[in-house]
């Protein structure tokens, strides 16, 4: 949905370099996931993050990925060191705190594709 | 855990007809939501429709209404007087409910729209 803004909308890196993908949030809404899309696939679900606080990383591969959602700012998905495998569709979505909302929708973001040359 | 499967890789329908795009999935969760996403050939996810697993009527947007079957346990979405605009791929998800969105996608299904 357009009000969750996802930047760049397209990045490459070459192999061993360092990918940040920035999303920010809905107006009001303080909590952000990531997920990834690789080609031809679903969305995986990679971490969940509220301001200063991962409440569930079980999808972020061990090495290499990190998350952060400061209390200023955007939230930011870092790849370190990257290798041909990341290149993927990566997504933010954002949805209010719990027993806020109606809970019925995360809202998505337009996407970061990154590119690993 | 929770698992969404979609068995249909491909559809095609024709321009003004109805077309049921399938969706199972299994939980163990008491509550639970469900949504379909519609992904264009520009990448972006949109958003078109919840069911929630308490409600009582299938949900139902503009042309979109969700055939939900608990008992089934599947949550088939129609699309109603197809339109060109409609090709695109289709994401049936799900969620533990209480507002916690960690969202489990199935593969999806591409669906083209012939004139």
């Known amino acids: 949905n357009a009000g969750v803004m996802q930047n760049p909308r397209h990045l490459v890196r070459r192999r061993g370099q360092e990918a940040r993908l920035r999303c920010s949030p809905m107006?009001?809404?303080?909590?952000v996931y990531w997920y990834r899309q690789l080609p031809e696939e679903g969305l995986k679900f990679m971490v969940y993050l509220q301001k200063e606080n991962i409440i569930d990383e079980s999808g972020m591969p061990k090495e290499r990925f990190s998350a952060e959602f400061p209390k200023e700012g955007p939230s930011i998905l870092r790849i370190q060191q990257v290798v041909r495998g990341d290149s993927a569709a990566y997504f933010c979505?954002?949805?209010?705190?719990?027993?806020?909302?109606?809970?019925?929708?995360?809202?998505f973001g337009q996407g970061t594709r990154l590119t690993v040359v | 855990a929770q698992k969404i499967t979609q068995t249909q890789p491909g559809m095609f329908v024709q321009e003004k007809e109805a077309v049921t795009l399938d969706c199972t999935y299994d939980t163990s969760d008491p509550s639970y939501g469900l949504f379909w996403y519609k992904q264009p050939s520009s990448g972006e996810m949109i958003f078109l429709i919840y069911?929630?697993?308490?409600?009582?009527q299938n949900a139902t947007e503009g042309r979109y209404s969700l055939n939900f079957q608990k008992a089934r346990k599947s949550a088939n979405l129609v699309i109603s007087a197809s339109q060109l605009g409609d090709s695109a791929m289709y994401f049936c998800?799900?969620?533990?409910?209480?507002?916690?969105?960690?969202?489990?996608f199935g593969i999806g299904t591409k669906l083209q729209v012939i004139p």
């Open positions: 998800a799900m969620s533990p409910s209480g507002g916690y969105q960690k969202v489990t």
């Open positions: 107006k009001g809404h303080s909590h």
């Open positions: 979505a954002s949805s209010p705190p719990p027993g806020t909302g109606a809970g019925t929708e995360a809202f």
């Open positions: 069911q929630g697993s308490y409600d009582q």
